[in-house]
C-alpha cells in the first residue's frame, strides 16, 4: 500500500494567516492526488483533485501544488469556517488516505 | 442533484455481521464506482473496497478482504455494504462515496458494536 503522511498533524492559526499543509507520499504517485476537508459531524467535502484542480464553488483562497511524493495544500488568508480537519489521498492505486491534519482557531 | 442516502444507525453485538445501504439518486446509477470508506471516533479516514454498479466487479482493501461483501442491486440505484464477525473496533462511521476522487459522499451510518 502507499502510505501518505501529512504534516503537521496539528496546526493553530488565526484568522487571516496564510497555512501550508504538506502529503508525502511513500512512492510516486504522479498527480494523483486529492484534499478534502472534513468538519465534525459531517462527511469529507472534496476541495481539490489532480493535485492542482479546485472543485466548482470552493474559493479561490485554496490551492494545492506538487507531484511524485510531495504536495502541498494553502490556504491564503484563513477565514472562520476553513477551521476543520484536512486529509489528503491517493488515488494512483488503491485508495488511501493521510493521517489528518487538524487547523484549529489561535 | 446527485444525492446518496444511507441506512440508519445500527447497535450490534461483537460476532454479528452489518449490511449498509447506500441509494443513489441524480445520476446514472452505473456510471461510476461506488466506494466504502469508514472512520472510527476520532480517527482518521480508511478506504475499505469499492464496487462498479455496472458490472458488480469488487475491489478490497487488504485489510478487510475476508469480513466484507459489497454488493449493488441497480433495480433501485443501491449499493450495499456487509461486513461480518463484528468487534468493538469495528465501531465507526461508515460512509458510501461516489467516483474516485470522492465528489460525493453519503450522510454515514454510524455502526456500534458493544456487548
Known amino acids: 500500500d502507499i502510505q501518505l503522511t501529512q504534516s503537521p498533524s496539528f496546526l493553530s492559526a488565526s484568522v487571516g494567516d496564510r497555512v501550508t499543509i504538506t502529503c508525502r507520499a511513500s512512492?510516486?504517485?504522479?498527480?494523483?492526488l486529492a484534499w478534502y476537508q472534513q468538519k465534525p459531524g459531517k462527511a469529507p467535502k472534496l476541495l481539490i483533485s489532480?493535485?492542482?484542480t479546485l472543485q466548482s464553488g470552493v474559493p479561490s483562497r485554496f490551492s494545492g501544488s506538487g507531484s511524485g511524493t510531495e504536495f502541498t495544500l494553502t490556504i491564503s488568508s484563513l477565514q472562520p469556517e476553513d477551521f476543520a480537519t484536512y486529509y489528503c489521498q491517493q488515488l494512483n492505486n488503491y485508495p488511501t488516505f493521510g493521517q489528518g491534519t487538524r487547523l484549529e482557531i489561535k | 442533484q446527485v444525492q446518496l442516502v444511507q441506512s440508519g444507525a445500527e447497535v450490534k453485538k461483537p460476532g454479528a455481521s452489518v449490511k449498509v445501504s447506500c441509494k443513489a439518486s441524480?445520476?446514472?446509477?452505473?456510471?461510476?464506482?461506488m466506494h466504502w470508506v469508514r472512520q472510527a471516533p476520532g480517527q482518521g479516514l480508511e478506504w475499505m473496497g469499492r464496487i462498479n454498479p455496472n458490472s458488480g466487479g469488487t475491489n478490497y482493501a487488504q485489510k478487510f478482504e475476508a469480513r466484507v461483501t459489497m454488493t449493488r442491486d441497480t433495480s433501485i440505484s443501491t449499493v450495499y455494504m456487509e461486513l461480518s464477525r463484528l468487534t468493538s473496533d469495528d465501531t465507526a462511521v461508515y460512509y458510501c462515496?461516489?467516483?474516485?476522487?470522492?465528489?460525493?459522499w453519503g450522510q454515514g451510518t454510524l455502526v456500534t458494536v458493544s456487548s
Open positions: 462515496a461516489r467516483k474516485g476522487p470522492f465528489d460525493y
Open positions: 441524480g445520476y446514472t446509477f452505473t456510471g461510476y464506482y
Open positions: 512512492q510516486g504517485i504522479s498527480s494523483y
Open positions: 489532480a493535485a492542482s
